[in-house]
């Protein structure tokens, strides 16, 4: 560590945490897809980015689909696969390049869960690769306050940071 002549080690001012906390125990799995439930964390408005986990029944397998921005996701329990050599299981982590499409296929035994961060939207896409149908973050928010609403659910906060 290098100091400036004359400055003081801890001149910078003392600011709280520029944090937010979720209990994602407080949350609701909603209906995402047959076999699959989403429960949101955050949603950002300004990029588009979507965190969520998604929780899928054994064998079930996501439609195919887009993203045009990079996706990372936690493997928290069971297994997946998009069937190109590996499966990623408990506490493995994949790193989706923007521009991929693939249909994850669950292969576990339990529920599979995972925790991602998504950086865009999901084009969801037919055999000949034309797009069916787009999730992004407005229509998770959607989903989500529909949910909450019909269900009697107060809904978090989920675009503030």
Partial sequence: MTTRAGAGIGTHPVHKAMASHTHPGDLPWVPWAPGHFIKLIKLNPVTGQIILFIRSVPGAAL????????????????????????????GDVVFEVA???????????????????????????????QTIATENWQTFLTRYRDYCEEHGLVAAEITKF
């Fill in 63 to 90: 439609q195919m689909h887009f993203h045009p921005g990079t996706v990372v996701v936690y493997t928290v329990q069971g297994a997946w696969t998009y069937d190109e050599g590996w499966v990623s299981e408990t």
């Fill in 99 to 129: 521009g991929s499409t693939h249909s994850p296929r669950m292969v576990g035994k339990e529920d599979t869960i995972v925790f991602a961060v998504i950086e865009g939207a999901l084009d969801f896409v037919d055999e000949k690769g």
